[in-house]
């Protein structure tokens, strides 16, 4: 069973449609991508990582609490 987990007020949901966004607008075009391109999906990509780690660990702590 899936459990609706708090988003912490991330903003997670933002981070990951920006990522979508650039990556569309580079699938779009023709031509190469340019080095500034990948490390603002790269820059955008390692906030997302960084942030479900803080989701995670924010979690398993209300779920630790919960249990106690």
Known sequence: MLKHLP?????LVQLKE???DLVVALQN?????N???LM???AVQQAIS????VI??????MEMEAAA
């Open 50 to 53: 960084a942030f479900e780690d």
């Open 35 to 37: 080095a500034w391109e």
């Open 18 to 20: 920006q990522r979508r």
């Open 29 to 33: 075009r023709n031509g190469p991508v």
């Open 40 to 42: 603002q999906i790269a």
């Open 56 to 61: 995670t660990d924010l979690d398993a702590e």
């Open 7 to 11: 988003d912490h007020g991330l903003p």
